[in-house]
């Protein structure tokens, strides 16, 4: 099985995450997509993350009706950091006939070489480097310079409409009383109205 992890805070999910999601699930020809909201990200320890288990439902809402689509909440049982190869150890543990793709932002790939092992994270997945609109496509030799052969030959890449949200920014507009329709799933909205979620 083809299997693209797509990780995150999705905090809240909005339709440029699920759009990534689709592309590569289309472009790649994934047979699923797993979804994993992070439990305690490194890169953003000391802030502070809505509940795991309110990010999850939304994800669930936002995927309801999509067969290729699941939720994976094992992240957020996880106790300390949850860091991208633990995750894939695990997975590849459980099932080494997985074909996994690991997919992320093209822009993130300069961070690559800070996170832990990323070396033995390309020896457990493709990294699939999902770039937007228009943006060129990061040097791939200057790729090999910073991240090593080794790396650099293990990234795939996925094209996206250049659609710009951002949950930071969906919170504050809804925090401000501003409107979110067409950013995020009805459904998801909905929800974060019931609960009364990303007020000041």
């Known amino acids: ?34 979804l994993i909201p992070a439990g305690a990200p490194p890169h953003k320890q000391g802030e502070t993350i809505t509940d795991g288990n309110a990010r999850a439902e939304m994800l669930e809402l936002a995927t309801a009706g999509m067969p290729e689509f699941h939720v994976q909440r094992f992240e957020l049982h996880r106790e300390g950091p949850s860091y991208t190869v633990d995750t894939l150890q695990r997975l590849h543990d459980e099932d080494d006939s997985r074909d996994l793709f690991f997919l992320m932002g093209a822009d993130s790939l300069e961070e690559l070489e800070t996170w832990r092992e990323p070396d033995h994270i390309t020896d457990l997945a493709t990294v699939v480097a999902v770039n937007r609109g228009d943006d060129p496509l990061p040097d791939q030799q200057s790729l090999e310079m910073k991240l090593g052969d080794k790396i650099a030959r293990r990234i795939a890449y996925a094209q996206m409409p250049g659609v710009d949200y951002s949950s930071t920014d969906i919170r504050a507009r809804i925090a401000k009383g501003k409107s ?9 909205e909905e929800y974060i109205r019931q609960h009364n979620m990303y007020q000041d």
């Open 1 to 34: 099985m083809r299997l693209g992890l797509y990780g995150g805070t999705f905090d809240p999910v909005h339709f440029g995450h699920l759009l990534l999601a689709e592309q590569c699930r289309e472009q790649l020809e994934l047979d699923e997509i797993w």
């Open 180 to 188: 979110v329709r067409f950013q995020i799933p009805r459904a998801v």
